[in-house]
């Protein structure tokens, strides 16, 4: 589903977007300021992140088995802290998308299950009727055999 063909998804996605940035700045403010954080949490995505990144560019740039090195511990914790934001965006967003499929899939099934029981009602009713006919035409019957046993009026003159 390509968001730009659909203006209210795309004006949705930008709403959680800005909702969620002041949620991903303060987790971001709080990776620079804890010792802990920054270097259990920050520092070894954004190393993984700029091995991996390095990597694919020396390959693609055609130099193989070069040594990359480490970013130093204020730009790997800088680009923890915007990884981390990132990742914070991405998880609202997505909880946002999970949760409105799990409403839309409830609502169908709920929607579902009305049918299913409006149906079950409409059998139930048909199997009544069926079984009134059944009754009336027994009765009809009846009504009938009693006329033919009566004995036939006297003739006029």
Known sequence: MVVGAFPIAKLLYLGVRQLSKPVANRMKEGARR??????????????????????????????????????????AAELGAELLGEAIIFIIGGGC??????????????????????????????????????????QLREVNRLLLSLPAPPAQK
């Open 34 to 75: 804890s010792e802990f954080f920054k270097n259990y949490v920050c520092l070894p995505p954004a190393q993984l992140y700029h091995w991996i990144e390095m990597r694919t560019k020396m390959r693609i740039m055609g130099f193989r088995g070069a040594t990359i090195k480490p970013l130093n511990e204020e730009a």
């Open 97 to 138: 998308v999970i949760l409105e499929y799990s409403r839309q899939a409830f609502n169908s099934r709920r929607k579902e299950d009305e049918l299913n029981e409006t149906i079950s009602s409409l059998q139930r009713q048909l199997g009544e009727l069926a079984l009134t006919t059944e009754t009336l035409d027994a």
